[in-house]
């Protein structure tokens, strides 16, 4: 399936003009533009400059706050917190990882296997979504739970044993540990990795399989020269959907982890929420962005796929 | 072995599978419960208590009410918006293009609690006081994008030419887009407004920043977390899954059927 582009109706800037178009007729796609374009504006672009504003000022919330361009609000929050915003790119990369790790098998599958059973799969697939993340990630605690079944196999197979030596788990517990938050990081955002890459995958024209058979290509080789290479656009994009929301999660963190799991999305709650240090949270949250967006350019750029919008 | 070596790629994608399904399941088994405390974590016996009784817990129907509202707006908000922004996009060439695609995508990169954050901060400054509209407000404006992506795929795919021959049978630019360019982007309008709804529906991060002490159903379940988990969750979780299945598979052979007739004519 090919998206081609459809030449716009209008004449192009450069091309010659029929005739004139009248002002009227100009003007319509700023007339459509206008109210989405002005909400994004008043609502996403106006908050960050507030935001901005915020993370400068100094001052208490009984005598309010006052801008002094006191830039040492980011070092102070960067030199406390630098522990979180570590544990955050780890957990979400580790999680990042395991999704493709897990979620490239799926999508194969639905995409070249699963024949007359593709749309179950795929109904499948999504079908999660449909009851509340935040009551599936609740049920983590119970497939988790000390002595589960669970837990109890992944002890007497030796897991537990290889993630406590990396200081993934402590013991026999797996709730309020690393493992259980980048367990539940991994389960909340596999969809968004699946669906890309089977997306991709669905696009390969099975024949491109064939011939690399005819050609004596080994299946492994086949998957290395053909299939990964243009599936590619997929992996990157289930890449940054998984990676850009679980790096600023604070659900997994507090609900499977413990206080030793905080990630910087639970400090940005708390400072803004509870403790009430806006220009602290707000500092903070300007890093967290400063680093998504960069990482994010840098992998576009890197993975030299840039139309993905 | 061997047999196990030619379907490892079906053996390790079923159990992806089976990981992502198993916390639906358990939410499910867990709605016939009987806890021992307040948290619904532990199986202790079978009942249908809370199945006869959903509603039962203080304001838990109440939330599930204003979280369907909310929703409903936010989608109807956003997708008129958002279907707006991608007409205007696919079909015109004006100045600014790629400003106004970054700021599209933009709100899509970012961490949701950064945005939530900044929102916050702006209904601070202003003294907006937080509840119902600062929450539909804020899901208009993260839902538009998701819809400008799913309109503007299906425009882009359409055919020009329809829309020229319409005009060329004298139809007016009102009824060209009336009775041709309207209902062939409608798939994409609709797959959009589904995509809000459950964006919307589903959120937390946002609305728990911009909500003061209006309680959506997310928010009343993360409460929950901390109070004690009512079986009644589980029930309304597994209540709103076998619906939308049931919508999917509904959709699924009524366009099956149509299909066939097709085929048959």
Not at chain 1, 59 to 66: M, P
Not at chain 1, 217 to 235: C, D, H, N
Not at chain 2, 62 to 91: D, E, K
Not at chain 2, 191 to 207: E, K, P, R, Y
Request: include cysteine.
């Amino acid at each position: 399936m090919t998206v081609t582009q459809a030449p716009p109706l209008s004449p192009a800037p450069g091309g010659p003009p029929a005739h004139k178009t009248p002002v009227r007729r100009r003007l319509v796609p700023y007339w459509l533009l206008l109210p989405g374009i002005l909400w994004l504006v008043v609502f996403f672009v106006l908050p960050l400059v507030y935001q901005a504003s915020t993370s400068v000022q100094t001052g208490s919330l009984e005598e309010g706050f006052e801008v002094t361009w006191h830039f040492a609000t980011y070092w102070d929050a960067l030199s406390e917190y630098y522990p979180q915003f570590l544990r955050s790119l780890l957990y979400a990369g580790t999680a990042t990882a395991l999704c493709l790790l897990l979620g490239y098998p799926l999508a194969y599958l639905i995409a070249f296997k699963a024949g007359r059973w593709r749309n179950l799969l795929l109904v499948l697939v999504i079908a999660p979504f449909f009851t509340s993340f935040l009551i599936r990630t609740l049920a983590w605690k119970t497939i988790l739970a000390d002595g589960g079944p669970v837990v109890e196999v992944l002890g007497a197979v030796g897991f537990l044993d290889v993630t406590s030596w990396l200081g993934l788990t402590e013991g026999s517990r797996v709730l309020a540990t690393p493992l259980a938050v980048v367990t539940g990081l991994t389960y909340n955002f596999l969809p968004f990795m699946i669906l890309p890459l089977y997306t991709s995958l669905e696009r390969i024209d099975p024949r491109l399989h064939e011939a690399a058979g005819d050609l004596y290509a080994r299946p492994a080789t086949t998957f290395r020269k053909v299939t990964l290479p243009l599936s590619m656009p997929g992996v990157v994009s289930g890449t940054l959907l998984t990676f850009i929301p679980a790096s600023g999660d604070y659900v997994n963190a507090q609900l499977l982890g413990s206080t030793d799991t905080r990630m910087i999305g639970n400090v940005i709650q708390s400072q803004f929420l509870r403790v009430l240090d806006y220009p602290t949270a707000a500092a903070l949250s300007f890093i967290l962005m400063a680093i998504v967006l960069v990482t994010v350019t840098v992998y576009i750029r890197r993975a030299g796929t840039e139309d993905l919008v | 072995m061997s047999w196990a070596r030619r379907n490892i790629v079906v053996i390790a994608g079923l159990l992806t599978l089976a990981y992502l399904i198993l916390p639906n399941i358990v939410v499910m088994v867990f709605s016939f419960n009987k806890p021992a405390g307040r948290f619904n974590y532990a199986w202790r016996e079978f009942s249908t208590d809370a199945w006869r009784d959903p509603c039962g817990v203080a304001d838990l129907c109440g939330s599930l009410a204003l979280s369907l509202q909310i929703a409903l707006w936010a989608t109807v908000g956003a997708t008129v918006l958002g279907a707006m922004i991608a007409f205007a996009l696919v079909r015109y060439r004006f100045r600014a293009r790629g400003t106004i695609n970054s700021l599209i995508f933009l709100p899509m990169a970012m961490p949701e609690v950064v945005m939530a954050a900044s929102l916050l901060t702006l209904f601070l400054n202003l003294g907006a006081e937080l509840g119902f509209w600062t929450i539909l407000i804020a899901h208009t404006m993260f839902c538009l994008s998701f819809v400008v992506v799913a309109v503007k795929a299906r425009v882009m795919s359409m055919d020009p030419r329809l829309e020229e021959a319409a005009r060329d049978l004298y139809a007016g630019p009102v009824q060209t887009f009336l009775r041709v360019t309207l209902p062939i982007a409608a798939p994409g309008i609709a797959a959009g407004a589904m995509l809000a709804f459950a964006l919307s529906f589903d959120d937390f991060i946002i609305t728990n920043f911009n909500s003061g002490n209006t309680v959506t159903f997310p928010m009343f379940v993360w409460g929950s977390a901390q109070r004690g988990t009512p079986v009644q969750i589980n029930v309304i979780g597994t209540a709103m899954f076998a619906v939308a299945v049931l919508i999917v598979a509904g959709g699924q052979i009524i366009s099956g059927r149509r299909k066939k007739r097709a085929l048959t004519r």
